[in-house]
């Protein structure tokens, strides 16, 4: 075999193991983009899947340096620090709001050197993208021996790091995989839709009964006023599941009187009856 075909096949091998590394490299950004775009949202219920699609759509022009950015701080944050600040939620009191936030706390120690792996991490990538040729002399045996040595170190790097994110990102499957079991059990419904905490507070603005009445109220009211008769028969037939009793009310002019989102009103008929008139505030 010639010189000339053993330069070829060095840089052959050369190119096997930078390819593998790039090949690598951009598995470990797509899987930190999905982490950071998947791990908190917050907004509307009838609107998440939009804000979620909009999130990844944003992350993924992230170089991996952004990336890295947003990724510490975010989700890996310092537990000797200070906690972290809920996730907001923007919509309004009537509408059903979700906020989640998924984090892995660290000590300070391990928070400082996971910092520092990941720029050393986004170092190495900058290096193979934009510098690599500078740094070996591929026309030569011995260069391509170097460049290809350096390479394998670098594989073995990079593939430490993806495996670390991968059980950060297993660990955030099996947070968000129990989030929803809960949202779909009856704690969870109750919690999400009714707006009934498992402790048994209640959130009335946002509580099922309430949007229930201001349906009712919008779907039959005169001159801004509802009858509660009229409401509770609408009520029977478009959301039967929203009763007093669940929120711990014995009747509907309780419901009215403790949320405080409406204003109650008593009329006496032609009958002398006292008739029950609402609207909301």
């Known amino acids: 075999m010639d010189e ?24 470990y950004e797509g899987l930190m983009k999905s982490v950071i775009a998947h791990h908190e949202l917050s907004g509307p219920a009838s609107e998440l899947s ?27 944050v ?82 430490e790091h993806f495996e670390q994110l991968r059980v950060f990102a297993g660990d955030m499957k099996e947070a968000v995989d129990q989030a929803i079991s809960f949202m779909q059990s009856d704690a969870g419904i109750d919690l999400f839709v009714n707006g009934i905490s498992p402790d048994g507070q209640i959130r009335w603005p946002t509580s099922g009964i309430v949007r229930a009445l201001r349906d009712a109220a919008h779907a039959l009211a005169i001159d801004g006023w509802t009858a509660l008769v009229a409401a509770k028969s609408w009520l029977a037939e ?19 009187h403790e949320s405080r989102c409406f204003e109650l009103r008593y009329r006496i008929a032609e009958d002398g009856a006292r008739i029950a008139w609402f609207r909301p505030r």
Not at 11 to 19: A, D, F, K, N, P
Request: proline share 3%; charged share 20%.
């Open 4 to 27: 000339h075909t053993d330069i070829a096949a060095a840089q052959w091998e050369v190119q096997r193991w930078l390819g593998r590394c790039v090949l690598v490299l951009q598995q």
């Open 78 to 159: 310092n537990g000797d620090r200070a906690s972290v600040e809920p996730a907001i939620c923007s919509g309004t009191s009537d509408v059903v709001s979700i906020s989640f936030r998924i984090n892995v706390s660290m000590s300070e120690t391990d928070y400082v050197q996971t910092q520092a792996s990941l720029k050393e991490l986004v170092d190495l990538r900058n290096g193979l993208v934009h510098h690599f040729i500078e740094r070996f002399d591929l026309w030569s045996i011995e260069g391509c021996e170097k460049a290809r040595a350096y390479l394998q170190g670098v594989y073995a790097r990079i593939v």
């Open 238 to 256: 478009h959301h039967p599941e929203q009763q007093p009793v669940k929120y711990r009310c014995r009747s509907w002019p309780q419901v009215l």
């Open 50 to 76: 939009r804000l979620k699609q909009t999130r990844v759509e944003a992350v993924a022009a992230n170089t991996l340096g952004q990336s890295v950015g947003k990724f510490v701080g975010s989700f890996l």
